[in-house]
């Protein structure tokens, strides 16, 4: 009888043990794990919506303006509005640093061209064009002009990522053609284009 005892004693033990066991290799999900889950997928960061960039003028001209960067479903909408500006064709560059305080805006670099491709129209194939390459904005006889196209090439993000560089106009006409910028003449107004406060 005491033999029987004993042996009931230690089998009770080990089912208790095994139980043990079990519970601690198999936790039930918690709702501080579901939380934590939730919140590792909303790290990822969101697309910047929109930029901007505020042209002034460098020394000897008069043109100013702003321009507008949204991000779309099929590129980057880029609008501008000037003034100040002489009227015809005025070469609009995208430059690959953000920095517009030489008097000639020298320090804004050359056009942003991460991809090592010529210089070309900005709606040339990509391997056809620099990234900062938007073409000429006109002017009318009123000295004011505007741009408004959605460009498939520059974002607000990734590699060919604009946030950050300096928009170019140039006194001249972009002849799309000339290498390593088109032949667009002095720069005219720089600005560093930066997002939007209001995203």
């Known amino acids: 009888m005491k033999t029987s005892l004993k042996n009931t004693g230690w089998m009770a033990l080990l089912g208790s043990f095994?139980?043990?066991?079990?519970?601690t290799e198999n936790p039930e999900p918690t709702d501080t794990d579901d939380a934590t889950a939730?919140?590792?997928?909303?790290i990822e960061q969101p697309t910047p919506a929109e930029a901007t960039a505020q042209l002034a003028p460098t020394e000897g001209f008069n043109a100013s303006g702003t321009v507008t960067f949204t991000q779309m479903g099929g590129g980057v909408r880029v609008v501008a509005e000037v003034m100040g500006v002489?009227?015809?064709?005025?070469?609009f560059h995208i430059h690959e640093t953000g920095d517009c305080s030489a008097?000639?805006?020298?320090?804004?670099?050359?056009?942003?061209?991460?991809?090592?491709?010529?210089?070309?129209?900005?709606?040339?194939?990509?391997?056809?064009?620099?990234?900062?390459d938007?073409?000429?904005?006109?002017?009318?006889?009123d000295s004011t002009g505007t741009y408004d196209r959605t460009d498939t090439v520059i974002s607000l993000q990734g590699p060919n990522?604009?946030?950050?560089?300096?928009?170019?106009?140039?006194?001249?006409a972009d002849d799309l053609t000339s290498q390593p910028s088109g032949d667009a003449g002095d720069r005219m107004a720089c600005g560093v284009i930066e997002i939007s406060d209001t995203m």
């Not at 939730?38 to 909303?42: G, M, Q």
């Not at 090592?116 to 194939?125: E, F, I, K, V």
């Open 103 to 132: 008097p000639d805006a020298g320090s804004a670099g050359g056009h942003f061209n991460p991809t090592d491709t010529p210089h070309g129209a900005p709606d040339n194939a990509v391997d056809q064009r620099h990234v900062g």
């Open 161 to 172: 990522a604009i946030v950050g560089k300096a928009v170019i106009l140039h006194a001249g």
């Open 38 to 42: 939730t919140d590792s997928a909303r």
């Open 18 to 23: 095994m139980l043990f066991s079990a519970c």
């Open 86 to 91: 002489p009227e015809g064709q005025h070469g």
């Open 134 to 141: 938007l073409g000429n904005l006109e002017a009318s006889a």
